[in-house]
């Protein structure tokens, strides 16, 4: 195993370290699952797995052959039993064609086809049945499907589905692995026990996605497509971020433009949207009770949480050395819960946290340029803000040339379809034909 794991790690395999162990799992007959609140990598995970530099490793190691397969279970049509049999053989009908193996190619289109047209749960589940059993028997390979985004579909299948995958299991479980990846433990997905011999497959063999440590998250804020970082950039984007993919990449992208002053930075990312709709995803994702405890973790540091709570919290891979993974993140729950001054009339502009009131209801997130706009405004609330004023302080003064007139007379009507409830008759964000625009107090009669 540390042979492996050298090597996947020179081949720069991401999750290096998880990838071995599942390896291991998997030439010992094992299925594995991986766990992981959303953009913590557990799709790149996944991939890698499905890498050729994998499939040199799983060789070298157990002397055997394995045909890898990546299922994305979103690209499923619907949310049952057929569709997913249907995106398993879609998915291994486009490895087998990508390696030529035309004999099994026309055997599982064939089976695919018979699932698309299936009229009765029970011939799509005998299709699929038969495409595996002919796989097994025939590959001269261990088959590893590789089933990604598996939530929804698992939450929706009926029992039946779930016996039928490992009855197959049973049977070629010297050739076939499955290996899962959800945000929670299968369990917890669908709050009960009837799939208890499905889940019993993964039991073993369950992984938690790992936060990414300094050195990690510096190559990753390096690899973004978002333009240059300074090196100095990159480490507070680290510091300010943790360990999770999505809150760095997102500050990073926040980050580009401004200035090294960390003093400073903690706000000026909190303003940018990007940061502030990942702390969305994290935080949707979580139940009442465990926002509930983050929340008293945050608001109240000086009460101690039941140590049940606080491991929940580090299993979910919210918390690091006890405290909150991120100051974003922190920052983002300290806004979340407690309660602003909003008011049931008038325009309410949470600038750290992003959100926005209007007569006392959150409206929906704001793209980039809404909220700038709408920052923008705020700030001068009750005065006039020029066209000029506007697009150097939404756009940025390089745009001054490019960014005519009915540009922003758009960005102020999107605006307006969010924030007022019949945007022919603003009552909020007015216009002074000529000169500008305006955000009142109080509504204009």
């Known amino acids: 195993m540390t042979s492996l794991l050298k090597d996947l790690t020179k081949a720069r395999v991401p999750y290096a370290s998880v990838v071995a162990e599942i390896l291991g799992d998997l030439q010992s007959g094992r299925c594995a699952a991986v766990t992981g609140l959303s953009n913590t990598g557990k799709s790149t995970l996944m991939r890698a797995l499905a890498s050729q530099a994998v499939s040199k490793g799983y060789a070298s190691e157990s002397k055997r052959q394995a045909l890898f397969v990546y299922v994305d279970c979103n690209r499923a049509v619907a949310l049952s039993a057929q569709a997913f049999y249907e995106v398993m053989l879609r998915a291994i009908l486009e490895q087998l064609e990508a390696d030529l193996d035309d004999t099994l190619a026309t055997a599982v289109r064939e089976h695919h086809q018979a699932i698309t047209e299936a009229n009765q749960a ?5 299709s699929f049945n038969l495409a595996l059993t002919e796989l097994c028997e025939e590959l001269g390979k261990d088959l590893v499907l590789l089933v990604d985004e598996f939530d929804e579909i698992y939450a929706e299948l009926e029992e039946r589905a779930l016996v039928n995958m490992r009855a197959l299991w049973d049977r070629f479980g010297d050739r076939l692995r499955y290996v899962i990846a959800t945000v929670r433990s299968l369990t917890e997905l669908r709050g009960r026990m009837v799939e208890g011999e499905f889940a019993e497959m993964f039991s073993r063999s369950s992984y938690r996605m790992p936060a990414l440590d300094e050195g990690q998250a510096l190559l ?8 240059e970082l300074t090196e100095e950039q990159s480490r507070t984007c680290f510091q300010l971020a943790g360990g999770h ?20 930075l903690l706000p000026r990312v909190m303003q940018a949207p990007q940061p502030g709709a990942e702390c969305m995803k994290i935080w949707t994702q979580l139940t009442e009770d465990e926002q509930a405890h983050l929340g008293s973790l945050v608001l109240r540091p000086e009460a101690s949480l039941p140590r049940p709570h606080l491991l929940r919290l580090e299993t979910l891979g919210l918390l690091a050395d006890g405290k909150v993974f991120s100051p974003i993140f922190e ?5 979340r819960l407690r309660s602003p001054e909003v008011k049931d009339v008038g325009i309410y502009v949470d600038h750290d946290s992003g959100d926005v009131w209007v007569d006392g209801v959150r409206i929906p997130v704001l793209t980039d340029l809404e909220f700038r706009l709408i920052q923008l405004l705020d700030e001068r609330r009750d005065k006039l803000t020029d066209k000029y004023a506007i697009v150097t302080g939404v756009w940025g003064e390089e745009y001054l040339g490019e960014v005519d007139d009915a540009r922003v007379e758009k960005l102020v009507s999107r605006l307006r379809s969010k924030i007022e409830s019949d945007p022919a008759e603003p009552r909020y964000l007015i216009t002074r034909r000529g000169r500008g625009y305006k955000l009142l107090t109080r509504p204009a009669a």
């Open 122 to 126: 029970f011939t799509a589940s005998l």
């Open 220 to 227: 990753l804020v390096q690899s973004l497509d978002i333009g």
């Open 245 to 264: 993919p999505g809150l760095l990449a997102a500050t990073a992208q926040a980050l580009l433009g401004l200035s090294e002053d960390a003093d400073d």
């Open 331 to 335: 920052r983002f729950v300290m806004r």
